[in-house]
């Protein structure tokens, strides 16, 4: 990222938003769509979850597990689905916009997914 700076003379933040708006560019046209929306679920993700992990407090450790457990959920479902869904008119626009949610910190989605819907379906079986 240094190097990139000093080519550019940009900073670090607007590199990283000019990398996400040509990402989300590629997506919308369909170029490398499904490795693009695979690298921002799990590479970023995997990035927080070793930070979480090294970090004291418990809190963000819980935030990325949820996430993980939700990510897990929608592959199973993605792979299952996977050949319906991607008749779906910007399916990884969609896939790609959802993962954020799960992860970003404002919407804290995972928490929320886990919370209504794979908590009360896990209790459910569990007895």
Not at 14 to 40: D, E, H, N, Q, R
Not at 70 to 87: K, R, T
């Amino acid at each position: 990222m240094e190097k990139i700076q000093e080519l550019t003379g940009l900073t670090p933040a607007t590199i990283s938003k000019y990398g996400l708006i040509f990402a989300v560019a590629f997506v919308m046209f369909g170029v490398g769509a499904s490795y693009i929306t695979m690298l921002v679920g799990v590479a970023y993700p995997t990035f927080q979850s070793f930070l979480a992990l090294e970090s004291d407090g418990a809190d963000d450790d819980k935030q990325w597990l949820t996430y993980w457990v939700c990510f897990g959920v929608f592959n199973i479902i993605d792979q299952f689905a996977g050949f319906i869904l991607v008749w779906i008119p910007f399916y990884y626009f969609i896939k790609l916009i959802f993962l954020v949610a799960l992860f970003h910190p404002q919407t804290r989605g995972a928490e929320k997914m886990y919370t209504w819907y794979i908590l009360p379906i896990m209790e459910k079986y569990e007895k």
